[in-house]
């Protein structure tokens, strides 16, 4: 779906790769909660295959992911961020492309992550992007997703000094529940947080869900 938002969130990342990167690629080193959840989901996908890492920016999940053992790629919509994810990350694959339309093999995915991927996402866009993962994700598949919690809708004018137009998201985890629920997923576990100092991220509470393709493993 390339339609006036989608474009706009391209355009809007295109324009803050530079200093997207410059200030979120190390931001792992000051979130042990975070680390903790990627080490624990690589550990139950090291035996089902590739993961993706959806929404990558410049790709420091997916180097994380990878420096603990996993078989990763990431994926983004904005072709600068996938520039600066390759300049960083050397050995790990990026590819452009759009949550709303994989270009991506049903069912052949042990894992996906998605970090902030839905933060700039409408509620109505949510059924199809859940509906997509669940179609890529083979049986037994798992999806590790985060997201700011709230019911607002924020509408920044700048960030780290550069003119910004979207929208930007805050979702309760009863909300996503429902929607991956509905889009064929089982949810295993919710996880909240408190936000960490105002020096290392935005000050929302955060939520982390775990949530599972049904469905036996063929590579279990």
């Given at each position: 779906m390339i339609d006036t938002t989608t474009q706009s969130i391209r355009e809007n990342y295109d324009r803050?790769?530079?200093?997207?990167?410059?200030?979120?690629?190390?931001?792992?080193?000051?979130?042990p909660f975070d680390r903790e959840l990627l080490n624990r989901f690589a550990a139950v996908v090291a035996q089902l295959g590739e993961v993706c890492d959806m929404g990558c920016g410049p790709g420091?999940?997916?180097?994380?992911?990878?420096d603990v053992g996993t078989t990763v790629f990431g994926l983004d919509l904005s072709p600068r961020m996938i520039e600066q994810a390759r300049q960083l990350n050397p050995g790990?694959?990026?590819?452009?492309?759009?949550?709303?339309?994989?270009?991506?093999?049903?069912?052949t995915l042990g894992g996906?992550?998605?970090?902030?991927?839905?933060?700039?996402?409408?509620?109505?866009?949510?059924?199809?992007?859940?509906r997509e993962m669940e179609r890529v994700l083979q049986p037994g598949g798992l999806l590790l997703l985060?997201?700011?919690?709230?019911?607002?809708?924020?509408?920044?004018?700048e960030l780290w000094g550069q003119t910004v137009s979207?929208?930007?998201?805050?979702f309760t985890p009863l909300t996503i529940r429902h929607y991956l629920e509905e889009a064929g997923l089982a949810i295993e576990e919710i996880l909240e947080r408190e936000p960490y100092p105002?020096?290392?991220?935005?000050?929302s509470r955060r939520a982390y869900i775990l949530a599972r393709k049904p469905g036996a493993s063929a590579q279990r």
């Amino acid at each position: 779906m390339i339609d006036t938002t989608t474009q706009s969130i391209r355009e809007n990342y295109d324009r803050l790769a530079d200093d997207y990167a410059r200030h979120v690629f190390r931001e792992l080193q000051n979130k042990p909660f975070d680390r903790e959840l990627l080490n624990r989901f690589a550990a139950v996908v090291a035996q089902l295959g590739e993961v993706c890492d959806m929404g990558c920016g410049p790709g420091h999940i997916a180097r994380y992911l990878r420096d603990v053992g996993t078989t990763v790629f990431g994926l983004d919509l904005s072709p600068r961020m996938i520039e600066q994810a390759r300049q960083l990350n050397p050995g790990i694959s990026f590819c452009e492309g759009n949550m709303l339309a994989l270009d991506l093999p049903s069912a052949t995915l042990g894992g996906i992550t998605a970090f902030y991927a839905i933060v700039n996402l409408p509620k109505e866009s949510l059924p199809l992007v859940f509906r997509e993962m669940e179609r890529v994700l083979q049986p037994g598949g798992l999806l590790l997703l985060a997201f700011h919690m709230g019911n607002e809708t924020l509408h920044p004018n700048e960030l780290w000094g550069q003119t910004v137009s979207m929208d930007f998201f805050l979702f309760t985890p009863l909300t996503i529940r429902h929607y991956l629920e509905e889009a064929g997923l089982a949810i295993e576990e919710i996880l909240e947080r408190e936000p960490y100092p105002p020096e290392v991220e935005y000050q929302s509470r955060r939520a982390y869900i775990l949530a599972r393709k049904p469905g036996a493993s063929a590579q279990r």
